[in-house]
């Protein structure tokens, strides 16, 4: 019997960084997604095998010494084998169209369909419970993840999400279009994010007046997002982007990067953790092409547009 089960990526539209301390973010799932095959296999092994690499490693080992790039998935298999007094191991297929490093939520996308997957070979969870668990082996990468990544994974849409209250779907009946350019430069989110700590620990006023900001803008754009304001959804994209330069996780490359496109589109802003991965930039379904071709030319680029479906598990069978 095999278990699919997929889930999508992400853009940070405002707060990235900020959630990570408690204010909230406004994220858009993508449509582009990863899909997991899962089924139980007659060995004592778990068997990870995606574009990147494969490996089977004992269901006995430690979570300790697994490579960091399979530990996501051995956490979610051993703990859903354990949890269902499972007495033989699980195979899994990952195939992904979600570019890896790059800030689309690739990771999370991964941790919420290997959970969707596996648990779904053994019984029907919740939403809820699916994403608990992948955001908890997301934190076996990423300690200090604010969850908000696997949430719109799993929900789809356009979310608010803080960290003590949890996400909201912000209802929209509009396609927004979207221009994603990849920097190419990689970066880590867990080193950007510990960063941002320690410019939080010695410039306590200006990351608590940060905040705050940050807090008007979102409550400004919520409004903007249901009424369609492309023109004011932008320029508070253009300022999401300033404040992320005070916060110091942008730099020359993804700066030149967001004045090129900024001349054809609404807005554009760092997505993510920043420091490398993606640029974003709020365009309309007239223009989309024009802007893309434009991008396309000199840099890895795509086209998205937001996913409202959310995680998807379908039968086992
Ligand atoms: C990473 O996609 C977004 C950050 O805000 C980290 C997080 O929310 O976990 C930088």
Do not use: W
């Not at 406004?26 to 995606?50: D, H, M």
């Not at 269901?59 to 703990?79: G, H, L, R, T, Y």
């Not at 007239?286 to 396309?296: A, D, G, L, P, S």
């Amino acid at each position: 019997m095999t278990s699919k089960a997929s889930a999508p990526g992400k853009i940070i539209l405002f707060g990235e960084h900020f959630v990570v301390h408690g204010t909230k973010a406004i994220l858009g799932a993508i449509n582009k997604r990863v899909t997991i095959i899962s089924e139980k296999n007659k060995s004592q092994n778990i068997s990870i095998k995606s574009s990147l690499g494969e490996n089977s490693i004992p269901i006995s080992e430690s979570i300790e010494n697994v490579d960091s790039m399979f530990k996501p998935f051995f956490f979610i298999a051993k703990k859903i084998i354990n949890e269902n007094n499972f007495s033989n191991g699980i195979d899994m297929d990952i195939q992904s169209d979600i570019p890896i490093g790059a800030g689309l939520g690739s990771s999370s996308a991964c941790c919420v369909a290997a959970a969707a997957s596996i648990s779904n070979l053994f019984s029907e969870l919740e939403k809820n419970q699916i994403l608990n668990i992948a955001i908890e082996a997301e934190r076996t990468i990423f300690p200090n993840t604010s969850g908000a990544d696997c949430t719109v994974s799993v929900f789809g849409g356009i979310i608010g999400y803080q960290k003590d209250s949890g996400y909201k779907i912000i209802e929209t009946n509009h396609e927004f279009d979207f221009i994603v350019v990849n920097s190419k430069k990689p970066h880590s989110t867990s080193i950007v994010v510990d960063r941002v700590n320690k410019f939080k620990s010695s410039n306590e006023k200006i990351f608590r007046d940060l905040c705050e900001e940050e807090t008007r803008l979102i409550e400004k754009v919520t409004d903007s997002l249901q009424t369609f304001d492309l023109e004011t959804i932008g320029k508070c994209m253009s300022q999401n982007q300033i404040f992320l330069e005070q916060l110091g996780v942008s730099n020359d490359q993804l700066l030149e990067i967001i004045k090129l496109i900024e001349k054809e589109t609404f807005g554009a802003k760092i997505t993510g953790a920043g420091d490398g991965g993606c640029i974003i930039a709020l365009t309309n379904k007239n223009e989309k092409e024009t802007v893309f071709e434009h991008m396309k030319t000199e840099h890895e680029a795509y086209s998205v547009t937001i996913d409202k479906t959310g995680m998807q598990v379908f039968n086992a069978n």
